[in-house]
T-cell receptor, first 111, second 116 residues
């Protein structure tokens, strides 16, 4: 039982490059979400999904896209990376909001 | 607007002393409340949650939290702090939107420093 798996763990991008952060869970959780963590700002919600085919925006969605084609996977796409997107990204999943399991995070640096 | 506040950026306590990390919330309806801990360069680990029932919730590693509806607070407590408790602590509240989305909103985090 792997829980929530995020890849890669570390990534350096140049401004303007694109990339996808991967998130997969094997707990059959219907709810998945992406957060970014910045010093002094806690975790801020980027996008979330309540099930396959359904996504919605969180607090800070600009510059990020998501899709949910399967229950297991919830990738986060950066179409044109900017230095302001330098952050640590966490994926989380939940069973009806009663408990949330977090991945180990992706540390992204945009230069 | 629904929100969570952790009024202290840092809490310092001596090992063996009791500790309290404060959290207040503002949500409509009945809240689901959570505490998470983050050790350096690690992900978030679940400590405890309040959904309904007894206002005193016991969690992992000897931590507990008290739900106070009148004061809209959910403070984290431990009777005797350990140096190994030093970490970043997050309070979070589940919000209920029109579609019952269950979004989890976090406070800013409180760094707990336990000194020997």
């Amino acid at each position: 039982n792997a829980g929530v798996t995020q890849t890669p763990k570390f990534q350096v991008l140049k401004t303007g490059q694109s990339m996808t952060l991967q998130c997969a869970q094997d707990m059959n959780h219907e709810y998945m979400s992406w957060y970014r963590q910045d010093p002094g700002m806690g975790l801020r919600l980027i996008h979330y999904s309540v099930g396959a085919g359904i996504t919605d925006q969180g607090e800070v969605p600009n510059g990020y896209n998501v899709s949910r084609s399967t229950t297991e996977d919830f990738p986060l796409r950066l179409l044109s990376a900017a230095p302001s997107q330098t952050s640590v990204y966490f994926c989380a999943s939940s069973y009806y909001g009663n408990g949330y399991t977090f991945g180990s995070g992706t540390r992204l640096t945009v230069v | 607007a629904q929100s969570v506040a952790q009024p202290e950026d840092q809490v310092n306590v001596a090992e063996g002393n009791p500790l309290t990390v404060k959290c207040t919330y503002s949500v409509s309806g009945n809240p689901y409340l959570f505490w998470y801990v983050q050790y350096p360069n690690r992900g978030l680990q679940f400590l405890l949650k309040y959904i309904t029932g007894d206002n005193l919730v016991k969690g992992s590693y000897g931590f507990e939290a008290e739900f106070n509806k009148s004061q809209t607070s959910f403070h984290l407590k431990k009777p005797s702090a350990l140096v190994s408790d030093s970490a970043l602590y997050f309070c979070a509240v589940r919000t209920i939107g029109s579609s019952n989305t269950g979004k989890l909103i976090f406070g800013q985090g409180t760094t707990l420093q336990v000194k020997p």
